[in-house]
């Protein structure tokens, strides 16, 4: 967005530069011709009273003394362009000047053809006696040659007066509007004894780059050949790697699971950390996704047995007329009970899934002690906390008595008969023993038992359901469980993040 400000800028300020180095070539022009111009005026002897006003005293405290230059001063940026310079005006010169006039008209003609710039000599009254087709003619109400009378240098910015229009390039340039004036006192002891007056209209900077046109095409290379490395760069960094993350994107939503892997070329840290965040997203999402799936074939086929169960027993009642006895008939109808009783069971156990798996965690802690302390006393078997009883851990006593509770209920229908709990800290994380004196677990089941539906006990009414609400639970709280090797019994080992 800078760039064209800042081009703007380099063209006003080169634009500027040219004009400077017009007023710079006037002076020097100017001093040469005025040495030449006092030196005629000493040589015919004029007398003081006809030269014209003193030159104002110069401060001999400059670091440039005795010298006197004169710097460019013109400013294209700031310095108002004035009107073109206004006619001259019928007058008579002194015949004395309008002789040295004369003498040195052939030398600024001379000058003007190599120099290019416009040549007036003045005599103390500002009438022309050398320079063009004005001589005769006064000049004296010009506002820089009424200056330089005075024995001040001075310099305007004008409006040139075009001999032919400009060619339709050239319009961007305000440089070519206008035309450099130069007036500079002629000194002769100590009194202003004329003025030089010399114009010019400043290079053009269009034409000033054509000059250049070597170096400006050098220039315009370099500048495409960067401009097409950035672009290659930015295709490479930027435009490449979107392209093919949206290319996965719609491969990822079609089902191709070959998508999710990732890109050959992310190009930019922030696009490999974009790519990553996106590909494990859509990870996550697949899991879900088959997560969800294999849990709907499972609560549907949990769900379908005691249907089926209920239908047929319902339909034998129906159909059996009075030809069943009373204890089919109740044995029919105990079925029809007790599978309703396990629809309702596994009805309440999803739900309690659901909620657990959906739970945030609050930000409440608890300790071991505290969350048996809400479980009711079961006669079946003992429990007993061997350590760390008063380890505060970051999960609520009323989610950690669910977690226990459903281990502790899982030991007593396994045939324990004690249940021990202990907990060690180690750094910001708690690991929490869990273990009893049961039956154990298989091997061929070890595998299985985090699995929804899983139990060995679906004839006792068993949902096998207990280990996912434990373990979804744990879940939300940034905590893990695992089934652990153990001499006797089962062991399983928490770990959580301690409060």
Same mark, same amino acid.
């Given at each position: 967005?800078?760039?064209?400000?800042?081009?703007?800028?380099?063209?006003?300020?080169?634009?500027?530069?040219?004009?400077?180095?017009?007023?710079?070539?006037?002076?020097?022009?100017?001093?040469?011709?005025?040495?030449?111009?006092?030196?005629?005026?000493?040589?015919?002897?004029?007398?003081?009273?006809?030269?014209?006003?003193?030159?104002?005293?110069?401060?001999?405290?400059?670091?440039?003394?005795?010298?006197?230059?004169?710097?460019?001063?013109?400013?294209?940026?700031?310095?108002?362009?004035?009107?073109?310079?206004?006619?001259?005006?019928?007058?008579?010169?002194?015949?004395?000047?309008?002789?040295?006039?004369?003498?040195?008209?052939?030398?600024?003609?001379?000058?003007?053809?190599?120099?290019?710039?416009?040549?007036?000599?003045?005599?103390?009254?500002?009438?022309?006696?050398?320079?063009?087709?004005?001589?005769?003619?006064?000049?004296?109400?010009?506002?820089?040659?009424?200056?330089?009378?005075?024995?001040?240098?001075?310099?305007?910015?004008?409006?040139?007066?075009?001999?032919?229009?400009?060619?339709?390039?050239?319009?961007?340039?305000?440089?070519?509007?206008?035309?450099?004036?130069?007036?500079?006192?002629?000194?002769?002891?100590?009194?202003?004894?004329?003025?030089?007056?010399?114009?010019?209209?400043?290079?053009?900077?269009?034409?000033?780059?054509?000059?250049?046109?070597?170096?400006?095409?050098?220039?315009?290379?370099?500048?495409?050949?960067?401009?097409?490395?950035?672009?290659?760069?930015?295709?490479?960094?930027?435009?490449?790697?979107?392209?093919?993350?949206?290319?996965?994107?719609?491969?990822?939503?079609?089902?191709?699971?070959?998508?999710?892997?990732?890109?050959?070329?992310?190009?930019?840290?922030?696009?490999?950390?974009?790519?990553?965040?996106?590909?494990?997203?859509?990870?996550?999402?697949?899991?879900?996704?088959?997560?969800?799936?294999?849990?709907?074939?499972?609560?549907?086929?949990?769900?379908?047995?005691?249907?089926?169960?209920?239908?047929?027993?319902?339909?034998?009642?129906?159909?059996?007329?009075?030809?069943?006895?009373?204890?089919?008939?109740?044995?029919?109808?105990?079925?029809?009970?007790?599978?309703?009783?396990?629809?309702?069971?596994?009805?309440?156990?999803?739900?309690?899934?659901?909620?657990?798996?959906?739970?945030?965690?609050?930000?409440?802690?608890?300790?071991?002690?505290?969350?048996?302390?809400?479980?009711?006393?079961?006669?079946?078997?003992?429990?007993?906390?061997?350590?760390?009883?008063?380890?505060?851990? $970051?999960?609520? @006593?009323?989610? !950690?008595? +669910? =977690? %226990? *509770?459903? &281990?502790?209920?899982?030991?007593?229908?396994?045939?324990?008969?004690?249940?021990?709990?202990?907990?060690?800290?180690?750094?910001?994380?708690?690991?929490?023993?869990?273990?009893?004196?049961?039956?154990?677990?298989?091997?061929?089941?070890?595998?299985?038992?985090?699995?929804?539906?899983?139990?060995?006990?679906?004839?006792? $009414?068993?949902? @096998?359901?207990? !280990?996912? +609400? =434990? %373990? *979804?639970? &744990?879940?939300?709280?940034?905590?893990?469980?695992?089934?652990?090797?153990?001499?006797?019994?089962?062991?399983?080992?928490?770990?959580?993040?301690?409060?």
């Amino acid at each position: 967005m800078a760039l064209p400000l800042v081009g703007l800028f380099f063209f006003r300020l080169y634009e500027n530069q040219l004009i400077r180095q017009t007023e710079g070539e006037l002076i020097a022009q100017g001093a040469v011709v005025a040495a030449v111009y006092a030196e005629a005026v000493r040589a015919a002897g004029i007398a003081q009273e006809k030269l014209g006003p003193p030159i104002p005293a110069q401060s001999s405290n400059s670091l440039d003394y005795p010298y006197e230059p004169i710097e460019p001063r013109l400013d294209l940026a700031s310095e108002s362009v004035m009107p073109t310079r206004p006619n001259a005006l019928p007058a008579t010169a002194d015949p004395a000047f309008a002789a040295i006039g004369a003498r040195l008209d052939g030398i600024l003609d001379e000058t003007q053809k190599t120099t290019l710039a416009g040549f007036r000599l003045l005599d103390p009254h500002g009438v022309v006696i050398a320079g063009g087709g004005e001589v005769g003619l006064s000049l004296g109400q010009v506002e820089e040659v009424r200056r330089a009378l005075a024995g001040s240098y001075a310099s305007e910015l004008r409006l040139r007066v075009p001999d032919q229009p400009p060619p339709p390039l050239y319009s961007v340039s305000r440089g070519t509007k206008v035309r450099v004036f130069v007036a500079m006192p002629v000194e002769v002891g100590a009194r202003v004894a004329g003025v030089v007056y010399l114009s010019r209209t400043p290079n053009n900077i269009v034409k000033h780059l054509y000059g250049e046109r070597g170096k400006v095409t050098l220039a315009a290379i370099a500048i495409l050949g960067g401009t097409l490395l950035i672009a290659l760069v930015f295709i490479r960094t930027v435009s490449r790697p979107i392209y093919a993350l949206i290319d996965r994107t719609k491969r990822i939503a079609a089902g191709d699971r070959e998508a999710m892997r990732p890109l050959a070329h992310h190009g930019t840290r922030e696009m490999a950390a974009l790519s990553a965040a996106f590909l494990d997203m859509a990870q996550k999402l697949q899991a879900r996704s088959d997560s969800i799936q294999t849990f709907a074939t499972h609560v549907s086929h949990e769900l379908k047995s005691p249907l089926t169960a209920i239908q047929g027993a319902a339909e034998l009642l129906r159909d059996s007329g009075g030809t069943m006895d009373e204890a089919e008939r109740r044995r029919f109808s105990n079925n029809i009970v007790t599978d309703a009783g396990r629809l309702n069971l596994l009805v309440r156990r999803l739900l309690e899934l659901a909620r657990a798996e959906n739970l945030a965690p609050s930000g409440a802690s608890t300790t071991l002690g505290a969350a048996l302390a809400l479980l009711p006393v079961d006669t079946r078997l003992e429990v007993r906390i061997e350590a760390g009883g008063d380890i505060g851990l $970051g999960i609520s @006593g009323e989610n !950690l008595a +669910i =977690v %226990l *509770a459903n &281990l502790i209920d899982n030991s007593a229908r396994h045939g324990a008969k004690q249940v021990t709990i202990g907990a060690e800290r180690t750094g910001e994380r708690a690991a929490i023993h869990v273990g009893d004196d049961g039956d154990g677990i298989s091997a061929s089941n070890r595998a299985k038992v985090f699995e929804p539906f899983f139990t060995t006990r679906r004839e006792a $009414g068993g949902t @096998g359901m207990g !280990l996912g +609400i =434990v %373990l *979804a639970l &744990l879940k939300a709280h940034d905590g893990t469980i695992t089934l652990v090797d153990s001499a006797r019994g089962t062991r399983f080992e928490i770990n959580l993040p301690v409060a």
